[in-house]
């Protein structure tokens, strides 16, 4: 059983920022697109970034564009979301996820709360 381990959930004011962390195992990580998504009324893509041997290439919701940035660390196996700017409406739980061709894992997910 492949596990993914979310942290850095939490609640934070408007305008602040938090950092979400997500560890794979080492055996998936390396050939993994690693993204994050986002439950409200739908589970949504939030930000992926692709293997390092295909550029690290990163996408982003339109609603998170210039607030949000996602990077890998491959030496620790980890994704990392950067939120910045933080809105009531990035209120959600916050998933991890590894993809390829031949599988799809997601994490248990770590709640993300914007208020005053």
């Known amino acids: 059983q492949v596990q993914l381990v979310e942290s850095g959930g939490g609640l934070v004011q408007p305008g602040g920022s938090l950092r979400l962390s997500c560890a794979a195992p080492?055996?998936?990580?390396?050939?993994?697109?690693m993204g994050w998504y986002r439950q409200g009324k739908e589970r949504e893509l939030v930000a992926t970034i692709t293997t390092v041997t295909t550029g690290g290439v990163t996408n982003y919701a339109d609603s998170v564009k210039g607030r949000f940035t996602i990077s890998r660390d491959n030496a620790k196996n980890t994704v990392y979301l950067q939120m910045n700017s933080l809105k009531p409406e990035d209120t959600a739980v916050y998933y991890c996820?590894?993809?390829?061709?031949?599988?799809?894992?997601w994490g248990q997910g770590t709640q993300v709360t914007v208020s005053s």
């Open positions: 080492g055996s998936i990580f390396g050939r993994s697109t």
């Open positions: 996820n590894a993809k390829s061709p031949w599988y799809n894992y």
